[in-house]
């Protein structure tokens, strides 16, 4: 069997890509983990809720509810596609075998860059925590992007050394995840609390308007969105897992539940804790999380929290890199990508597409030097809005089989429930992807940087449609699906 690394006289490029298969090493508990650590108590909160206090106030967290129950629906429905279609590579392997080869390829060109800007994203919060641990108030933009450079560095190549060092560190930030939310959300709420309860069914006040549904409220929705991302990731090493059909969209489902509970629970422990929400809305504050430890704990302890938080942060780039590279390692083997001879290669012992891995890290070690105000938000909300769409293409496959009377289901499925819930699922990513995408001075700037999220997607479509062109220019004729039928719970029979 080929390591990705023979020479060209000792096989064709062809015939290695369909020899290329990833080596089992993951079980339930350790994919649970990953997808644990993908989805991130720590990131989902931690890292929009200046943002979302700024727009919304602390009535914000009536907005989580409404989007873990809608992605609750998304997970449930890929889980029952990801049951029958165990392949690496999650939403693109999903989309292309419930539709066809084009619709795949769109899929995962969303899915890549979605994923790949949200490690931009990372890279930059754990720069910021880990300079709060250090004390460093005083860097340039342009120095935190080298500290987010460095960083990039460290979690690439621990993605790179093998499975069990990541393994053991997605272990260790599941007990920062629980420190820094569930220990920390019981000690404020038991002993700093100064707000009612009453706070949260306030609107967003004098500062941003106060209609809940037609204004900042919808908007918090949109910056929820980032809270509830990344339980696919179980999906994207299912040819790395034993039992996958079973165990994988067990892991998407349960990780997701798990989150969404503990991410409601420190964030209402934030609203009720934070010492002025009218400061941080005028923006005044500009970190309430800092202000928030700072204020009932003191610095030093903030700092020991910040520590904490960078785990976490570092833990989430972790998987995040690994789901997103198995994307791009199965566009690889199919031969659908510019540059796949390269991108399939594998290590030798451990088989890990150590190329692949390299190719993100240097984009999300390139995109935190863009030097503008809006920057952080933007990326946000675009890797949402990446997310949304590779969720929504998969979604709507099963829709259309469903609609058709061809749908036939995995070892876990939904029974009666699947068109109910494929349905609902498909009318919330629609919302979703439209509010998000919507332009709003408060997240993007004013002017043309409003709509600087529409044509940051409206450009990578263009350039989407140009190279399948490319991939395409013959039919496809020369695409390879790889020996896919030797796959432990893969039945391509019917496609």
């Not at 909160?45 to 609750?72: D, K, N």
């Not at 997701?256 to 209402?268: M, N």
């Not at 709507?396 to 289901?409: C, D, E, S």
């Amino acid at each position: 069997m080929s390591t990705g690394t023979s020479t060209p006289g000792s096989m064709g490029a062809d015939e290695a890509s369909n020899h290329l298969t990833l080596s089992r090493g993951f079980d339930f508990r350790a994919i649970f983990a990953l997808t644990f650590s993908d989805i991130s108590p720590i990131v989902s909160i931690y890292t929009v809720f200046g943002i979302i206090v700024y727009i919304c106030g602390a009535g914000f967290w009536w907005a989580m509810p409404i989007v873990l129950g809608g992605q609750l629906l998304v997970a449930a429905t890929l889980g029952d596609v990801a049951s029958k279609f165990p392949l690496a590579g999650s939403v693109y392997q999903w989309s292309r075998y419930l539709v066809n080869a084009r619709y795949g390829w769109f899929t995962a060109w969303a899915y890549i860059w979605g994923l790949t800007i949200a490690l931009a994203t990372l890279a930059l919060g754990s720069a910021n925590f880990l300079l709060g641990v250090l004390n460093i108030t005083t860097l340039s933009h342009f120095q935190t992007a080298l500290v987010a450079l460095a960083l990039t560095v460290f979690a690439s190549a621990v993605n790179i050394a093998g499975r069990q060092i990541l393994k053991w560190f997605f272990y260790v930030s599941i007990v920062a995840e629980v420190l820094c939310s569930v220990v920390l959300g019981t000690v404020l709420l038991v002993a700093y609390r100064v707000n009612p309860i009453s706070v949260i069914f306030h609107s967003a006040g004098a500062t941003h308007g106060s209609a809940y549904f037609f204004g900042p409220f919808i908007a918090a929705i949109s910056v929820a969105g980032w809270s509830f991302l990344g339980f696919e990731a179980a999906g994207s090493v299912a040819e790395e897992v034993d039992s996958p059909g079973r165990q994988v969209p067990k892991a998407i489902f349960f990780s997701l539940l798990g989150v969404g509970a503990i991410v409601l629970y420190i964030s209402l422990a934030l609203c009720l804790s934070i010492p002025n929400i009218g400061d941080v809305m005028s923006g005044a504050v500009a970190s309430p999380i800092a202000a928030v430890l700072t204020t009932h704990f003191g610095a030093s302890t903030a700092r020991a929290f910040q520590l904490l938080f960078l785990i976490g942060f570092l833990a989430s780039f972790m998987a995040v890199q690994a789901a997103v590279t198995r994307c791009i390692w199965a566009n690889a083997r199919d031969r659908v990508l510019p540059a796949s001879n390269w991108l399939l290669k594998l290590t030798k012992h451990e088989k890990l597409p150590y190329n692949a891995v390299i190719f993100t890290g240097v984009i999300a070690a390139a995109l935190p030097f863009i030097n503008d105000p809006k920057i952080y938000g933007t990326l946000i909300n675009f890797t949402s809005a990446g997310f949304f769409v590779a969720y929504a293409l998969p979604v709507f496959g099963a829709l259309w089989l469903r609609t058709k009377g061809k749908w036939q289901a995995g070892p876990w499925t939904l029974g009666t429930w699947g068109p109910l819930v494929t349905w609902a699922a498909s009318v919330w990513l629609v919302f979703e992807i439209v509010n998000i995408l919507w332009p709003r001075a408060e997240l993007y700037g004013s002017g043309f940087l409003a709509w600087s999220a529409i044509y940051m997607v409206l450009g990578l479509a263009l350039l989407g449609f140009v190279i399948q062109a490319w991939v395409f220019r013959d039919g496809g004729r020369h695409i390879r699906q790889g020996n896919l039928e030797g796959i432990e719970g893969v039945d391509l029979s019917n496609h």
